[in-house]
T-cell receptor
């Protein structure tokens, strides 16, 4: 599975829209982009995933660059509950289903 | 919200002791994964099952760890002889199918401390 690169940390304030970047310059055509987040004392929680098209759900909007070498997880109107470590992960279509986590971005939300 | 149940939440063992932890996957999820998250928050995949069958496992798991997912019983992960380096958060995740489209739902983990 290809490698992802994320900033170590980002800070935000309640109510802001947060953009979490992820670089995956060596992504293969059959790799999906997954986002999970983890808060202390809990296991990771699925946020969203996509292949080529932008996707949206109740938690976030995933913007995928046209060349797929980067993506951005957009969290609208963050609250204190959105403070977590956000992991950007690539998974091969038809390959192993295991997740390979990087260190992720620690998002801090202040009131 | 995930309904994966892991017990115990905390486990303390001495070196050389056995350490066993359990996982009840979400109802209807035949695929179960075990991951290890160390104190640096680095994840390592350990083993996965589909129903009772092992699909993949890493070397470490083959040698010192044993795991099973019997039908109608919780899945379990057991370290035969604990080492200090095994201190970590052990996460169980379940999925409705094997394909990579399927989300993995994680439990809260079992935090193992080996003294």
């Amino acid at each position: 599975d290809a490698k992802t690169t994320q900033p170590d940390s980002m800070e935000s304030t309640e109510g802001e829209t947060v953009h979490l970047p992820c670089s995956h310059a060596t992504i293969s055509g059959n790799e999906y982009i997954y986002w999970y987040r983890q808060v202390p004392l809990q296991g990771p929680e699925y946020v969203t995933h996509g292949l080529q098209q932008n996707t949206t759900n109740s938690m976030a909007f995933l913007a995928i660059a046209s060349d797929r070498k980067s993506s951005t997880l957009i969290l609208p109107h963050v609250s204190l509950r959105d403070a977590a470590v956000y992991h950007c992960i690539l998974r091969v279509q038809g390959g192993s289903a295991k997740l390979i986590f990087g260190e992720g971005t620690k998002l801090t939300v202040s009131s | 919200n995930s309904k994966v149940i892991q017990t115990p939440r905390y486990l303390v063992k001495g070196q050389g002791q056995k350490a066993k932890m359990r996982c009840i996957p979400e109802k209807g999820h035949p695929v179960v994964f075990w991951y290890q998250q160390n104190k640096n928050n680095e994840f390592k995949f350990l083993i996965n099952f589909q129903n009772q069958e092992v699909l993949q496992q890493i070397d470490m798991t083959e040698k010192r760890f044993s795991a099973e997912c019997p039908s109608n019983s919780p899945c379990s992960l057991e370290i035969q002889s604990s080492e200090a380096g095994d201190s970590a958060l052990y996460l169980c995740a379940s999925s409705r199918d094997w394909g990579n489209y399927a989300e993995q739902f994680f439990g809260p983990g079992t935090r193992l401390t080996v003294l």
